[in-house]
């Protein structure tokens, strides 16, 4: 399937998945809670460099791949407020921010 | 893509060795003032991926909005937050990182052999638009786009007025869980001497 007039699709496919799996270790390891959401931000732009590869290689005339990612981003920047501005208020009422003494939902 | 073959596969390699190791640098730093400027770096990196994959349009929003919004408010929060604490120990650290690093390994190992094995149904590269990709996305946006178009516009809006409240500077007097009073001398940072107590 591979043409030498371009660079083969699994490269950009095997980069996502690698940044995903970064971001993925990220989250799970952190305990700076600022540190957690920029690897989520990351995850996300593993996820966008998959959907453009596909709509540049699979579908280039209609490129929904690229509308989805503008989405994508559009998501990504109202999730990158809100989620910064509950690690605000939760450092007013808590003076950390470490994950492990966010437990006031646990049960 | 007019630019050659070697042009392009250099370009490739530069820009994933970046963002891989600029996004292993952001997960494992133990500053996270350079985290967030290596942040910078790989979302730039993959801006440079989407020119390389013809996607103009979402490069340029992606350093728009990535690079100029949300790096600039993780730095802002990171300047808001930034205290110096001594976490405390977790026992079992040691266990939990084997899990989760095994899991990640398994993870990706997966994913890479689904890139590997599954035959992909390719178009050809020659009726590729190119340049008028913008325009495509111009009337995606405006036709069959349109309803998540507007439902994206209430959704920042609301986004907007959910972080507002959030980060408002009214707090509970009481700890919720504790009880105890909330340190006040800590929200109120004007009298608090920013670089001395600084170790």
């Known amino acids: 399937m591979m043409n030498l007039e371009s660079i083969p699709i699994q490269a950009f496919l095997i980069v996502s998945s690698a940044l995903f799996c970064i971001g993925i270790w990220g989250l799970l390891n952190s305990r700076n809670a600022v540190r957690v959401l920029m690897s989520i931000e990351l995850m996300l732009n593993a996820v966008n460099i998959n959907l453009i590869t596909f709509s540049s290689y699979v579908d280039n005339n209609l490129i929904q791949g690229q509308v989805f990612t503008i989405f994508v981003i559009t998501v990504a920047a109202a999730e990158a407020a809100v989620g910064l501005a509950i690690l605000l208020s939760l450092y007013r009422n808590r003076v950390t921010v470490d994950m492990e003494s966010f437990n006031l939902l646990k049960w | ?199």
């Open chain 2, 1 to 199: 893509m007019s630019i050659a073959i070697t042009t392009q596969i250099i370009c490739f390699s530069v820009l994933s060795l970046v963002i891989l190791i600029g996004a292993l640098g952001v997960v494992l730093l133990e500053s996270i003032v350079y985290s967030a400027f290596l942040l910078g770096g790989v979302f730039m990196s993959v801006a440079g991926l989407y020119l390389l994959l013809n996607a103009s349009f979402v490069a340029a929003a992606q350093v728009l909005v990535y690079v100029g919004a949300v790096n600039v408010l993780i730095i802002f929060a990171i300047m808001l937050v930034n205290k110096k604490e001594d976490l405390k120990p977790i026992s079992d650290i040691k266990s939990r990182r084997i899990i989760s690093t095994s899991i990640c390994l398994t993870l990706l190992s997966l994913l890479i052999r689904v890139d590997l094995t599954n035959v992909w149904s390719l178009s050809s590269p020659q009726n590729s638009i190119g340049e008028e990709s913008t325009i495509r996305i111009g009337e995606h946006l405006f036709s069959d786009y349109l309803l998540p178009f507007e439902v994206a516009s209430v959704l920042l809006l609301m986004a907007m007025i959910g972080a507002i409240v959030l980060a408002r500077r009214d707090v509970m007097s009481k700890d919720i869980s504790t009880g105890l009073p909330v340190d006040q001398e800590l929200i109120e940072k004007s009298s608090e001497p920013l670089l001395t107590n600084k170790n």
